[in-house]
């Protein structure tokens, strides 16, 4: 099993950057693909990006491309999000989810093929 903790929001001007983190618990985690989502108030969790568990691949969603990035230290069992030119609409909360995998390249969007999660962390960008 894996446990997961977020850290790293908080309260940033539009166009000012954040950067989190997920530390993860146990001894799989570089076998485990990871995914961040966000969830803002009335809406669904939505995804935001996924890196497969050697790091060699990354995805995102197109409300983020360009000014997120998805990254993963397996020898610190951490994964980050860059949050650069943060906007409004970015304001919510950031959970981090993992999922075993036996490919290398493997990544998941839908928040139905994740294990694990952390407990999230809030991102609110002040306009």
């Known amino acids: 099993q894996v446990q997961l903790v977020e850290s790293g929001g908080g309260l940033v001007q539009a166009g000012g950057s954040l950067r989190l983190s997920c530390a993860a618990s146990g001894r799989t985690f570089s076998r485990y693909a990871m995914g961040w989502f966000r969830q803002a108030p009335g809406k669904e969790r939505e995804f935001v990006a996924a890196i497969s568990w050697s790091g060699g691949v990354t995805y995102y969603a197109d409300s983020v491309k360009g000014r997120f990035t998805i990254s993963r230290d397996n020898a610190k069992n951490t994964v980050y999000l860059q949050m650069n030119s943060l906007k409004p609409e970015d304001t919510a909360v950031y959970y981090c989810?993992?999922?075993?995998?036996?490919?290398?390249?493997?990544?998941?969007?839908?928040?139905?093929?994740?294990?694990?999660w952390g407990q999230g962390t809030q991102v609110t960008v002040s306009s």
């Open positions: 989810a993992g999922r075993p995998t036996f490919n290398s390249a493997t990544y998941s969007y839908s928040p139905g093929e994740y294990n694990y």
